[in-house]
Every structure is written in structure tokens, then in C-alpha cells.
């Protein structure tokens, strides 16, 4: 199922919805990825005045009808496309955030989507647009990423240490990534929960527990952070300067950065989000894995925690 915002001038002197070139691009676009039979449908049934978006009320107004054909279509997957039907249908406040989120709702799964008239108004999203697209095609063929099937997650402790300073000395780089008990470093009652720690030649993930369930004393575990920052390692990471800033007030070390990848993306779109979900998403088809942010605090069980910090470094 593909729902959109309103039907066109063009659908209701036709009386058919993608009858227009906007939707016969739609019908194309959908057709390359393989589905060539799908139900339509706007999340109003008329065109509002002067072919202006329509407004919650009148969406408000055709809930009803929109409901009811969704009962009666029994979609397993819709795509929603242009941002007033994802704000509607997927409860998402912005389009630019959500596209290619995959939300599960009653059984059925929802993907966003750019809208081909919005691709059309900017030729930027173009890439994007189809990368959703095949996103979507994944998701209903059961092929999307799962992420954290191959993942092999380590603790570092008194056991492994070695095993671990062996591994790391080998690397070229490494990425890294903290959990915090905030966002503020500089408030004396905040902390680091965990250090996590990817490295690509071991391709192994080692979490070093900091605070949370921690396996080392404190000044061993300073010790270990300062003979990582001597070997001049460089680290990749997502908005290091964020990370940096924490492991030297918390524990005075700092790590050579040699790539951001969100400045990196800020660089080829400033336009779009830079967080590391989306790009994930959207540049390796990765799953929505994610916590609530009280239990990127801490406020979760040690596993679950380790296990978020591996697969957002990695």
C-alpha cells in the first residue's frame, strides 16, 4: 500500500489517483524496485483550494475513510510518501528525520518517503529517494540489515587486558564512542558510563565499562585510556569533538581524531541530518536500533547498554 497527501487536479478530472506525470513517476520509481501491484490512496479524498496541503483538520476529518480502507486492504507494508501523510499516518514531526525509518504499527510496517513533487522542487533529495525506495523493497523482501547478528562484543577486565592492549597496538585506527550520564561535562556530578572501542583489523568490539558495571579499578582504568592515547592511534568517530571534550575533563586523556563522519556529511549536504542514525540508515540500510534517553544514562541493564554502544561505533 502507498499513501500520499491529497489527490491532484489532474486525479480528480481523471478520477484516479497517479494519474498526473508526478504519479506516473511514482508508478516507475515503485515498478524498478519490483512492485508493480499496489493500492493508493491520499490521507484526504479531496484537493484542498488552491492545491495548498492540507490542514490537520481537514486530515482529521478523513481519518475515518482512511482507516477504513486500510482495514479493508489489510497492507503488510505501506509506504508513506511526502511529509504531511508521514506526519499523519507515522506520528513523525519531520519528514527529513524519519525517511526510511522502518515503524511497525498493528501489524503492518511503515516506511517514509520523500514525495516525487518534492524530489522534484529539489533534485538533491534525488539519491535519497531511491535509496528509500530500495530500503523499502528490503524490508518487505526480509533482507534489511539486522546489524547485530556478526557482532562480536568484548568487555575488557583483568582476564583479556592484554589480549586487548595486543589487538589494539596492531590497529591503524579505531573508532570510539562514549555513553554519558548527560550531555553537560562539565557538571561535577556527571560521569562516563562506558567507552566503546571498534576495532576494524581484530574485528572485534570491546566495551570498557566506566562507570557502569565497571571490571577495572578507576585508576587502572585511567591508566589503560592513557596508554591508548600514547600509542597515537588515530580515531574515527561521530562528532568527536563531543566525546573528546568528556574523556578529558572525566579522565584527562585525548585521542588524535582523523575523520568525523558527521562533519563529513555536513560537508556533502548541509541541508539533511547529521545524525548517526539516519546516515546509518540511510547509507547502509542499517535497523533503527536505539535506546530511550534515560537508558543512554545508564538507567538499563549493563548488557543492553554495551550492546547499543557496540553497534552505534561500529
Not at 476529518?61 to 482495514?71: H, K, V
Not at 546516515?279 to 547498554?305: H, I, Q
Request: overall charge neutral; charged content about 25%.
Amino acid at each position: 500500500m502507498v499513501i500520499g497527501d491529497a489527490p491532484t487536479g489532474t486525479d480528480l478530472r481523471s478520477g484516479s489517483y497517479l494519474s498526473g506525470r508526478l504519479g506516473q513517476t511514482l508508478i516507475d520509481d515503485l515498478a524498478s524496485i519490483g512492485v508493480m501491484d499496489f493500492y493508493y490512496t491520499g490521507i484526504v479524498k479531496c484537493q484542498p483550494p488552491d492545491g495548498r496541503k492540507p490542514e490537520p483538520s481537514e486530515v482529521r476529518a478523513c481519518s475515518a475513510y482512511l482507516q477504513e480502507e486500510i482495514a479493508r486492504q489489510k497492507p503488510k507494508f505501506v509506504l508513506v510518501v511526502g511529509a504531511t501523510a508521514v506526519k499523519a499516518v507515522c506520528k513523525e514531526a519531520t519528514l527529513s528525520a524519519a525517511v526510511g525509518k522502518v515503524i511497525e504499527k498493528e501489524g503492518i510496517t511503515y516506511v517514509p518517503c520523500f514525495s516525487p513533487a518534492y524530489v522534484n522542487r529539489d533534485p538533491g533529495k534525488m539519491p535519497e529517494y531511491k535509496r528509500t525506495l530500495r530500503r523499502f523493497k528490503d524490508v518487505m523482501n526480509g533482507n534489511l540489515n539486522k546489524g547485530e547478528a556478526n557482532i562480536r562484543i568484548r568487555i575488557v577486565d583483568r582476564a583479556n587486558l592484554e589480549e586487548f592492549q595486543s589487538q589494539f597496538s596492531q590497529e591503524k585506527e579505531f573508532t570510539c564512542d562514549l555513553e554519558t550520564s548527560g550531555l553537560d561535562h562539565y557538571n561535577p556530578d556527571s560521569y562516563i558510563n562506558c567507552v566503546g572501542v571498534y576495532l576494524p583489523k581484530a574485528e572485534t568490539s570491546w566495551v570498557i565499562p566506566i562507570r557502569k558495571a565497571p571490571t577495572l579499578p578507576a585508576e587502572a582504568q585511567k591508566k589503560l585510556l592513557q596508554w591508548m592515547a600514547d600509542q597515537g592511534i588515530p580515531v574515527i568517530n561521530q562528532n568527536w569533538k563531543f566525546d573528546s571534550l568528556w574523556l578529558w575533563k572525566k579522565m584527562g586523556v585525548q585521542f588524535y581524531n582523523k575523520f568525523d563522519t558527521m562533519l563529513a556529511h555536513y560537508n556533502l549536504d548541509e541541508n539533511s541530518p547529521h545524525g548517526l542514525k539516519e546516515n546509518a540508515r540511510l547509507y547502509l540500510n542499517a535497523p533503527d536500533y536505539d535506546l530511550t534517553t534515560s537508558e543512554k544514562k545508564g538507567n538499563v541493564e549493563a548488557s543492553k547498554l554495551f550492546t547499543y554502544l557496540s553497534l552505534i561505533h561500529i
